[in-house]
């Protein structure tokens, strides 16, 4: 299995003239892992709103008591 995984990520590599590599399967894995990551929580948080104004609407929650992290 690790010499699979070695001959993909060797397969996977594009080299510019100096032999560094511009472009990695890892790297895009990385990438890839971490936008859906982010766009979890970005649904997260824009799910949460939604459903606060919702309960609000609909007189299920009480809003005077939320600060949405302002102590003022």
Do not use: C, H, K
């Not at 003239?17 to 936008?35: E, P, S």
């Not at 929580?41 to 009480?62: K, N, Q, S």
């Amino acid at each position: 299995m690790r010499a699979l995984i070695q001959d993909v990520l060797e397969t996977t590599q594009v080299r510019d003239r100096d032999g560094n590599a511009i472009y990695t399967f890892t790297g895009n894995l990385f990438t890839l892992i971490l936008r859906l990551f982010m766009g979890g929580l970005f649904l997260l948080a824009i799910g949460g709103i939604i459903v606060f104004v919702a309960l609000w609407i609909a007189g299920e929650t009480d809003p005077s008591n939320a600060n949405f992290g302002y102590f003022g």
